[in-house]
């Protein structure tokens, strides 16, 4: 399980349970190890109400927690993945 400081996240409730979540109003970021990449773990991101991920990231297992801190305590980069799932949405109904 990671450990993270969650002084480093102003705007966000991190959640642990079986993997991590980084909840972000209706934003989710999960943490998951991809099937074959197994020295890796990745984020993606999801919204309430929507049955749909979208990648955001991954990194070596023993550097997730020190890459969560630099892609997500930044409001800007945190709201560029946001921005990129909506943009994803959207043109996926349109």
């Not at 705007?11 to 890796?40: M, N, R, W």
């Amino acid at each position: 399980m990671l450990k993270l400081d969650s002084s480093k996240f102003q705007d966000t409730t991190l959640l642990c349970q079986d993997g991590l979540h980084i909840v972000y109003g209706d934003y989710v970021f999960t943490v998951i190890a991809p099937a074959f990449s197994p020295e890796k773990l990745s984020v993606w991101l999801t919204k309430r109400g929507i049955a749909r991920a979208c990648y955001c990231f991954s990194a070596a297992k023993g550097a997730i927690a020190e890459e969560l801190v630099y892609q997500l305590s930044d409001p800007d980069r945190k709201q560029s993945y946001i921005n990129m799932f909506e943009a994803v949405i959207e043109s996926s109904h349109g």
